[in-house]
């Protein structure tokens, strides 16, 4: 039997900033993750805003910085093409594109120096509760071995079974589930090589597709929908996709990574006795934009320092770590509830109704871009949005 004070499953970097964040606060940490190689495989588009890294205290680094960003292409269906960056507007949610095998390692070797101890290739199985502790079943090479936990932290991700577990409803909605695919691709033709491309319309229903440039010919290039939409796989679409944008037409496929990202907004109920949950598997995804790294390295902050304190209070009782709701939904959950309203307003939109908005937005001069400001002018120029959202950015 091992025993620590707090046990968190996943090394992504929701998990291990809340190891990192728990052990800083004097608890006893310990993290598991199933795979043998943290950050492997990838199941994103790997961009980070400067925003986030600072308010998180993180310092870029060239080890997984792949390119910075300066610039923004949004193209409607059509092939209008709409072209923000930093000489004419701010753009504060710009960052970097980076390489997630590297920075998830990264993020866990910072947890390790912050003190928690961590055990790669070894696969939570189960857990019960017990004496007011959490026993996790886990199986490590081969060999089965119990972990006994005062708080367990799940960060498994948006398959995750460490809630259900616990006894939280975590099942999402079809309709609130994007299922994504993406390739890494080398032979890339960008106008910009530091600029974010974004595809919108029928080529991803529900969603949309995107060129994330990884320096020199190299980009992600992937596209997200949701099922319920579209008769179609999200790798066919992806197919498609890369096979009619001009951006990618004569690029060559060197990776393909496919995954559900979770958009329906922050779980009702994240938290049990002994028992949070964080990132993808606690719903911390931007609901417009399925951008979750951020988001749930932030969360895992939260988690990992309410976690540190039931310890030093010796109560793990669910009213205790409830603080981790409260705080979560106020940091992270209020901001993603008008971008739930934008996404079902974004979805009803037909190729011709987005190509409309984007000759418009040409016409519009922009000051400061962010998500919200882009929403605010969407309000302005299109009937149906003043109708839908008109209420969320007056």
Known sequence: MIETDILVIGAGPAGSSAAKHAALNGAKVLMIEKKSEIGAPKRCAEGVSKEGLLKLGIEPSSRWVTSEIDGVRLVSPGGIDVWLNQDTVKLPEMGYVVERKVFDKFMAMD????????????????????????????????????????IVIGADGPEGRV??????????????????????????????????????????????????????????VGLAVISPLTDKSAYEHLVEFAKTCPTTKNATAVELNIGGDPVGGILKKISADNLLVVGDAAGMVNPLTGGGIISGMEGGLIAGEVAAAAIKDGDTSAERLSEYDKRAQEEIGDSFNKYMKSRDYLESLSDEELDSIAKTFNETEFERISTTELLKVLVKVSPKALLKLGKLFK
Request: cysteine-free.
């Open 111 to 150: 947890a390790a120096r912050a003190g928690a101890d961590i055990m790669v290739k070894t696969l939570a199985k189960g857990l019960e509760r017990k004496d007011g502790h959490i026993i996790v079943k886990a199986e490590r090479m081969g060999e089965e071995i119990e972990i006994k936990a005062k």
């Open 163 to 220: 809630g259900r577990w616990g006894g939280l409803r975590t099942t999402v909605k079809p309709k609130d589930m994007e299922s994504g695919a993406q390739f890494e691709m080398a032979g890339v033709e960008m106008e910009n090589p530091n600029a974010l491309e974004f595809y919108f319309g029928s080529v991803a229903p529900g969603g949309y597709a995107w060129v994330f440039p990884k320096g020199d010919d190299i980009a992600n």
